[in-house]
């Protein structure tokens, strides 16, 4: 199966600061990856697909790149509404992965 | 409006069985794939089973495979997962989702506890 590192596991920001998420495939998922932004009791929800593509209605601050093993989900002006729980996931298998999460807390 | 619902989750003995259910509204149901993905408490998602639109392709991750099946019925707009032989490591929330490489709705989750 393939995993898929997310780093850092916890990360401090304000509001206002440019934020990067990094995740890793211990092998080459093309451009097979979504990111997912999860709030505390609440379902996840799909924020980037195919590595760099937005979501309908998703804001233009989030955006993702990367392809082969190597990603980052990008915030470029954190929000309030974005301190949350973020996942990456690849579907280059059927065996959907997830990442182990990244929680942006208040600095 | 898409909506997915999620019932059936419950307290149940380590070897007990359950079935989960998923009632879909808003789309088309028989013409999406659909997952369960899994959360246990205070731990990440893990994707647990998926089923083609036709119920033609089924797949399973490993820590489930041969105790839990996935099943649809496009008449009642409804996706299941029968979970047998249940682990105390399988109490989690349980979250249906539409899609197949990605999963663009999800329902908000019916909570599984596997404990004596």
């Known amino acids: 199966d393939i995993q898929m590192t997310q780093s850092p596991s916890t990360l401090s920001a304000s509001v206002g600061d440019r934020v990067t998420i990094t995740c890793r495939a211990s092998?080459?998922?093309?451009?097979?990856l979504a990111w997912y932004q999860q709030k505390p009791g609440k379902a996840p929800k799909l924020l980037i697909y195919k590595a760099s593509s937005l979501e309908s209605g998703v804001p233009s601050r989030f955006s993702g790149s990367g392809s082969g093993t190597e990603f980052t989900l990008t915030i470029s002006s954190l929000q309030p509404d974005d301190f949350a729980t973020y996942y990456c996931q690849q579907y280059n298998s059927y065996s959907r992965t997830f990442g182990g999460g990244t929680k942006v807390e208040i600095k | 409006e898409v909506q997915l619902v999620e019932s059936g989750g419950a307290l149940v003995q380590p070897g007990g069985s359950l079935r989960l259910s998923c009632v879909a509204s808003g789309f088309t149901f028989s013409s999406y794939n659909m997952n369960w993905v899994r959360q246990a408490p205070g731990k990440g998602l893990e994707w647990v089973s998926y089923?083609?639109?036709?119920?033609?392709?089924?797949s399973y991750a490993d820590s489930v495979k041969g105790r839990f099946t996935i099943s649809r019925d496009n008449a009642k707009n409804s996706l299941y997962l029968q979970m047998n032989s249940l682990r105390v490591e399988d109490t989690a929330v349980y979250y249906c989702?539409?899609?197949?490489?990605?999963?663009?709705?999800w329902g908000q989750g019916t909570l599984v506890t596997v404990s004596s």
């Open positions: 092998q080459s998922i093309s451009s097979w």
């Open positions: 989702a539409r899609g197949d490489t990605i999963n663009d709705y």
């Open positions: 089923i083609s639109s036709s119920s033609g392709t089924k």
